[in-house]
């Protein structure tokens, strides 16, 4: 149980271009999910927390408007990477909360490795 | 001060050790706690999840929470090459969705 997936596992794109993420929880409802940023050798950052039907919260010195996500449903989140440049090539990585009360631990996505040229 | 402090290491052992990782953490509020295991180019995945204090055993691996000292641990025993991975504590408060996550320890079990 508790497993989320992520498409792309892996994009390729040129400089200007948007990409979108999409987080899926597969077999549980996600109130919350949450957006990653991971650089090699560290640690995960927190990029934005989203709650189904309502706007993300986004984390001080991410562009809420370079970085659109949408929580559309209870299953379903997406990260939009928009006019991607180079220095945008990261890993990114969702998590989801299962729904409760309190919400209490994450499940994460395999996450999506995205290039920029 | 960070809500939550883990020794990035790296940590190297010969495989069959006992492997001990720590984090400690700042806000006696704080009540659920969990360990991550994530392989290189890979999304983490929850090993052990506690509430409170105490132990909690599952196979080979054993999280212990010690709350009156503000320190979890995460006990490997056997450790395996497959073991190899980083591992990152992280920790919930019990009043909302904050979710702090160490740094992770960068860990390698040597055949």
């Known amino acids: 149980g508790a497993v989320v997936s992520q498409h792309p596992s892996r994009v390729i794109c040129k400089s200007g271009t948007s990409v979108k993420i999409e987080c899926r929880s597969l077999d549980f409802q996600a109130t919350t999910m949450f957006w990653y940023r991971q650089f090699p050798k560290q640690s995960l950052m927190l990029m934005a927390t989203?709650?189904?039907?309502?706007?993300?919260?986004?984390e001080q010195g991410v562009e809420k408007d370079k970085f659109l996500i949408n929580h559309a449903s209870l299953t379903l989140s997406t990260l939009t990477v928009t006019s991607a440049h180079p220095e945008d090539s990261s890993f990114y990585i969702c998590s989801a909360s299962t729904d409760g009360a309190t919400q209490e631990t994450q499940y994460f996505g395999p996450g999506t490795r995205l290039l920029v040229l | 001060q960070k809500e939550v402090e883990q020794d990035p290491g790296p940590l190297s052992v010969p495989e069959g050790a006992i492997v001990s990782l720590n984090c400690t953490y700042s806000?006696?509020?704080?009540?659920?706690f969990m360990w991550y295991r994530q392989y290189s180019r890979k999304g983490p995945e929850l090993l052990m999840y506690t509430y409170s204090s105490g132990n909690k055993e599952d196979g080979r691996f054993t999280a212990q929470v010690d709350k009156s000292s503000k320190y979890i641990s995460l006990f490997i025993r056997d450790s395996q090459p497959s073991d190899s991975a980083t591992y990152l504590c992280?920790?919930?408060?019990?009043?909302?969705?904050?979710?702090?996550f160490g740094t992770g320890t960068s860990l390698t079990v040597i055949p």
């Open positions: 992280a920790i919930n408060s019990n009043t909302g969705n904050q979710f702090y």
């Open positions: 806000n006696s509020a704080f009540q659920y």
């Open positions: 989203s709650n189904e039907g309502s706007k993300a919260t986004y």
